[in-house]
């Protein structure tokens, strides 16, 4: 595989990042294919959580040496954040995680909602980019739900144009779907937001470990993400644009700073962890510079890490669903046909014959891969799909440090269940 620019992907390199890789189970190494559920972290952020404990452990804005650390390992962290959006720093919001953040941003612009205001909702998406706008019928908003094409598992397009209507307020759509690895067409969707005068809400929390974000080409209005899921630690992330953050009333304590983005920021944040995201996003950074030798800046790294990884990942991608359609009684969920690799990401469900997904997981974790079976939170998806009442499906997450070998691995395994 070639990264962007000078070199082969490196995947000893990038295993060598992630010492809990080494990890063994039943005298047999572990696969990590949950990475949708979330990713190992690189050394780089466990030494960043380390560092914050002993030297800048303090809280914010305080007139002593570890609280200005504080602030200005917050301060970079927020950089970081900005270079991985590409946007300003003070557009970049810390949370709890994706979910948190995206209710107290429904409230906040709920708040402005009249009865009869419209939300778009996709049948595509996590939960967490559905129930906190569904919150909102309480004031009288309706909701309106985007269907798919099924054969596919891709967005519906006709459907969504019926669905944006005039009275339409926002367009709450996920970038690339947790269960079956659907890209959606984000730019072109927000140009019909806009084109109704709704705002664009995007879910990344499933994008970002596969692909480069860039809120300026998408022209989103919102976008939230989790750095679990990008190699980093526990928490979420919110970009804004400016002035929908500094319009928007979020609900506060009234001593806290009415200055946004820290206004979004409800209490004491996790601060190492942070610190973490802050190195999460070098990590990747780092990995670019690794693939290719002639990037500069760290958002040029990004790129090349982003460009170098969707070509690894494609690989892995090609090599499951090859072994996987020899199987007798396999479903594979979503696109399959690698010309459209564009189209999705590296996560992929499925159904083999009547087996309980439950099962099969249960099977392969005894053998030391990881994998998640269920709904991953994806209801709209699973009882569209007629899965639901059945246990869900099965989800293998590829991320750029699994392997050909845990691939094959994976398919050996799945065979030998088959064959019981
Ligand atoms: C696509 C998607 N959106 C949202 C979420 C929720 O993210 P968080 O756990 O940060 O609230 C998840 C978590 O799995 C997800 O996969």
Known sequence: MQGTGNKAFDIAWVRQ????????????????????????????????????????????????????????????????????????????????????????????????????D???????????NVAPWRALEEKGVVIRQVDIREGDCTLDLDDLKRKITAKTKVVALGYASNMVGTINPIAEIAKLAHAAGALMFVDAVHFAPHGLIDVKALDCDFLACSPYKFFGPHMGTLYGKREHLEKFKPYKVRPATNTSPECWETGTQVQELIAGIGAAVDYIAE?????????????????????ATHQY????????????????GMRIFGITDAKRFDQRCSTLSFRLADHNPTKIATFLGERGIFTWDGNFYA??????????????????????????????????????????
Not at 69 to 78: E, K, L
Not at 104 to 114: D, N, P, S, T
Not at 118 to 128: F, K, W
Not at 395 to 414: C, I, K, P, Q, S
């Open 17 to 116: 990042q992630f010492p809990s890789l080494k990890l063994q189970v039943n005298g047999r190494p572990a696969a990590f294919l949950d990475g949708p559920a979330g990713t190992q972290v690189s050394k780089q952020v466990m030494d960043a959580v380390q560092n914050y404990f002993l030297t800048a452990n303090a809280n914010t804005y305080g007139a002593f040496a570890s609280s200005r650390r504080n602030d200005a390992m917050v301060a970079s962290a927020r950089g970081a954040m900005a270079d991985f959006f590409n946007c300003d720093s003070n557009e970049v919001v810390f949370g709890q995680n994706m979910t948190t953040i995206t209710f107290a941003l429904a409230r906040a612009i709920g708040r402005e909602m009249k009865p009869g």
């Open 118 to 128: 419209e939300i778009v909702v996709t049948t595509l998406d996590h939960d967490a």
């Open 287 to 307: 990995l670019g510079r690794h693939c290719d030798l002639g990037v500069k800046s760290r958002r040029e790294a990004l790129q090349a890490a982003y460009g």
């Open 313 to 328: 990942e494609s690989g892995l991608l090609n090599r499951l669903i090859a072994g996987l359609q020899t199987i007798q």
């Open 379 to 420: 209801l709209n998806l699973s009882e569209r799909l007629s899965v639901e009442q059945h246990g869900g499906v099965l989800r293998v997450g590829l991320v750029h440090y699994n392997t050909t070998e845990e691939v094959d691995r994976l398919l050996a395994a799945v065979r030998e269940f088959a064959a019981r």
